[in-house]
């Protein structure tokens, strides 16, 4: 009696984990052979698309020069979305060239400019001193449909650059080996600013 | 004596009303005389001009210097009608064009500036550019050869020097003998 229930219970033991077991290792298997395609499918179009706030300086498609608006990087084209106007884009296949520069330049623009030139006793140029800001420009080198070559620059927030460049890099464009302008201005930027 | 007088102002009268008939006319006669030369001179060879990229040279110009003039260029030289067509750069429509004079500019001396320097101080930090500006013909004869000057002195940011720079060439062009003629035959060497 006593051999039959302790067999009983070893089987009820035994049996329920090589189940639990062979279940498991079926499940494992199946997701290290989907893992692959779920991967592949990812490189594909489903990348997230990438923008950032910018200003348009000159020479990208039709957009109207020195306008703000959001430049993105979705799909096959690089677009760059105005303030209440259509948006314009040039396919990241015909950009052959991307460099990063650096910028520092007065805020406020021309009312800015007005105010601190009208303030009695030099105070604009007081004002000047602490009202500037360092940006990343974007330089673009592209061709139209007839191998004509375009350029275009963009303003960009500090470090922005560096994240539009390696996304446009991800996506296939071959950048040359021209240095980046970025570090090497900023130097000089300070050496003058320090002057 | 009040007759006089009379007459005296209705004369004046007169004379004003002439004047004010016939001011109108001559500036009508100048128009038409030289919308009829600017026609001569289009009647005689339309050329077109091809934007090749700025070189560096032996100067250290940052990349976005030279795209930046390159692509003012193009508009800028668009803007003086001068030209039937602005070719870019590695166009490939450009071989079919008749009359095509190329456009070579190497950059010769660049002082970088800081607008933060100009703000403050006003008559320091300037961005100061000077290129060689080159007409070819498609066989290689230079046409025009100057060297032309852009700078930003007060207002502006450092790339506003390219517009000034893409303006003075335009202009160079415009108002070089070579423009005048309207044939590729003189060599015009200079300094704007």
Redesign the interface.
Known sequence: MDLFVVSRSHSAAYHPDRRHALWLSTVLLCFSLTAPAQQTSQRGDTRAPFSTRATH???FANARDNGTGTLSVQGDSLQFQQNGRPGTEVKIASVRDV?L?A????VGGLPM?LG?TAAPFGG??VV??F??KKYD?L?L?Y??A????????FQLAKGQGELAKSELIARGVIVSS?QD?STK?SV??AT??N? | MKTGKCNLSIACLIALVAIVFAVPGQLFGQTAAAESSAGDRTSATRWSVQVD?VESGNVDL???F???I???LVVELNKTKQFQQV???????VSEAPNVLVLKTTAEKYT??????R???TVS?ATKLTVRSQLLTREGKVVLERTVNGDVRF?G???RATHNLARNIAKTITQSSWSSSGQPTTTVTGQL
Do not use: C, M
């Open positions: 300086l000159l020479g460099f520069g910028e520092s330049k007065q400019t601190k604009g140029r000047s001193v009202a500037h420009t330089t080198q061709v139209d007839d191998q004509g070559i375009h350029g275009a620059i021209h302008q201005e000089t930027e003058h600013e002057r | 990229q940052a990349y976005s030279q795209i930046a390159y692509e003012n070719f870019r750069d590695g166009d490939v429509t970088p500036g800081s607008e933060t320097r703000a403050v101080t930090g207002f940011s450092n790339l």
